[in-house]
């Protein structure tokens, strides 16, 4: 989505020049991807955060953020649907050494062993969960995301509870403010002493992804080619893509006229429970309808029909 953002600049010319600062590896289990991509008929893709720190195993390593983006025929329109982390799912097997189970959806790319082979079976349990099949999907390390904030000169974030971080003890007052990458993600990231926890969380994520859209889409970019290079470099070092076989240049220029402003924010109906003593989160009747318009290229009769889980970004 950044990179979509960033494509104003000129997509085709830069996407063919950065194309090789973006690993590329298959991400998506066999039966969660889409036999073919059309552009024409919209895009699902699958959004995975990690924050991986140095050193880690893989068996260490979590998914900070799951997303799935669709975007509805037309390519007008984007929604980022955020999958709780604690979502209770059935985890189908790896095919290496996990057997499968029930667990929280995070787990999956833990036992996945993380990186690409976390990201597969990830993919594997949200189309065993949802019916939906990916056009695509992207990794994104966090830590790489936070140079690229910074690249940009920070970005604006609008608090709206002050909370204290658990991660630095850096305190956020309510208002709107400008933060540094370090300070973006932190923020981000918080879920604790927050009026809706985990919900909120996702919200801020959502918040996060549009303020950088919105900062990356500023006329300084243009018009600086030295800090445009830094930038697009940056952003291709922290994401791995698999795109089904779509050329990335073709994927940005489909996206080229995707406003910032048609972006919506969407949480899966859902609620938290608590099961032999661990928290969880559990669907709202299936999810109330949700995945079916996904699937059905409904998605904005849905939103409307359903805005308590949905809202601008």
């Given at each position: 989505?950044?990179?979509?953002?960033?494509?104003v600049v000129?997509?085709?010319l830069l996407?063919?020049?950065?194309?090789?600062?973006?690993?590329?590896?298959?991400?998506?289990?066999?039966?969660?991807?889409?036999?073919?991509?059309?552009?024409?008929?919209?895009?699902?893709?699958?959004?995975?955060?990690?924050?991986?720190?140095p050193?880690?195993?893989?068996?260490?390593?979590?998914s900070?953020t799951?997303?799935?983006?669709?975007?509805?025929p037309?390519l007008?329109?984007?929604?980022?649907?955020?999958v709780?982390?604690d979502?209770?799912?059935?985890i189908?097997?790896?095919g290496?050494?996990?057997?499968?189970g029930?667990d929280?959806?995070?787990?999956?790319?833990?036992?996945?062993?993380?990186?690409?082979g976390?990201?597969?079976l990830?993919?594997?349990?949200?189309?065993?969960?949802?019916?939906?099949?990916?056009d695509?999907a992207?990794?994104?390390?966090f830590?790489?995301?936070?140079?690229?904030?910074?690249?940009?000169?920070?970005?604006r974030?609008?608090v709206?509870?002050?909370?204290?971080?658990?991660?630095?003890?850096?305190?956020?007052?309510?208002?709107c403010?400008?933060?540094?990458?370090?300070?973006?993600l932190?923020?981000?990231?918080?879920?604790?002493d927050?009026?809706?926890?985990?919900?909120?969380?996702?919200?801020?994520?959502?918040?996060?992804?549009?303020?950088?859209?919105?900062?990356?889409?500023?006329?300084h970019?243009?018009?600086?080619p030295?800090q445009l290079?830094?930038?697009?470099r940056?952003v291709?070092?922290?994401?791995?893509?698999d795109?089904n076989?779509?050329?990335?240049?073709?994927?940005?220029f489909?996206?080229?006229?995707?406003p910032?402003?048609?972006?919506?924010?969407?949480?899966l109906?859902?609620?938290p429970?608590?099961?032999?003593?661990v928290s969880y989160v559990v669907?709202?009747?299936?999810?109330?309808?949700?995945?079916e318009a996904?699937?059905?290229d409904r998605?904005?009769?849905?939103?409307?029909?359903?805005?308590r889980?949905?809202n601008?970004?």
């Open positions: 989505m950044l990179l979509a953002g960033l494509a000129g997509v085709r996407a063919h020049r950065y194309d090789r600062t973006v690993s590329k590896e298959q991400l998506l289990s066999p039966d969660a991807r889409q036999a073919r991509t059309d552009l024409d008929t919209g895009i699902n893709y699958l959004i995975v955060g990690s924050d991986r720190r050193g880690a195993a893989g068996a260490d390593q979590r900070d799951i997303l799935i983006v669709h975007v509805p037309g007008r329109q984007a929604y980022l649907i955020s709780p982390r979502l209770l799912v059935a189908p097997p790896d290496v050494g996990y057997a499968g029930q929280k959806i995070n787990a999956a790319y833990e036992h996945g062993g993380g990186g690409e976390g990201t597969r990830l993919s594997a349990t949200l189309t065993r969960l949802t019916g939906i099949r990916f695509g992207a990794l994104v390390d830590a790489g995301f936070r140079r690229v904030i910074d690249l940009l000169g920070g970005i974030m609008c709206d509870t002050e909370v204290r971080s658990i991660h630095t003890g850096v305190v956020f007052p309510v208002g403010q400008q933060m540094d990458g370090a300070r973006a932190d923020y981000a990231r918080q879920r604790y927050l009026p809706n926890g985990d919900y909120d969380r996702q919200r801020h994520q959502q918040q996060m992804l549009r303020a950088m859209m919105d900062r990356a889409g500023e006329t970019l243009r018009t600086d030295v290079d830094r930038v697009l940056a291709g070092s922290a994401l791995t893509v795109t076989g779509v050329p990335l240049d073709e994927l940005l489909a996206l080229r006229s995707l910032a402003d048609a972006l919506r924010g969407v949480q109906p859902s609620y429970q608590t099961i032999d003593g669907l709202d009747n299936g999810g109330g309808g949700l995945f996904v699937r059905t998605l904005p009769d849905w939103s409307r029909a359903n805005p889980w949905v601008r970004l």
